[in-house]
């Protein structure tokens, strides 16, 4: 897999809790892809991407690494991205 939908990306990620709320989140423009602000939750995003994401007064910064076919656990889902905010610290 060489690219996947935003939404279901940040759902698999555990970024939320819903794929809806992947989508609602993408919509309401709280998410940028290398910087620029992405309104469509069916935009792709590939390996490399950063993605900056606000949520709940914090910002996040992950950079895409991988991809899942499925939703899985916290520890598969920690695999698909670098925190480039807990890096630099």
Do not use: C
């Amino acid at each position: 897999m060489e690219r996947q939908r935003l939404d279901k990306w940040l759902w698999h990620a555990r970024v939320v809790k819903a794929r809806t709320s992947a989508a609602a989140l993408v919509e309401a423009g709280h998410v940028r892809i290398n910087g620029v602000r992405e309104m469509a939750p069916g935009h792709s995003v590939k390996v490399g991407d950063v993605l900056t994401i606000g949520l709940d007064r914090t910002v996040r910064i992950l950079k895409v690494v991988g991809f899942s076919e499925r939703r899985g656990d916290a520890a598969a889902a920690r695999v698909l991205y670098d925190d480039l905010q807990n890096d630099k610290q």
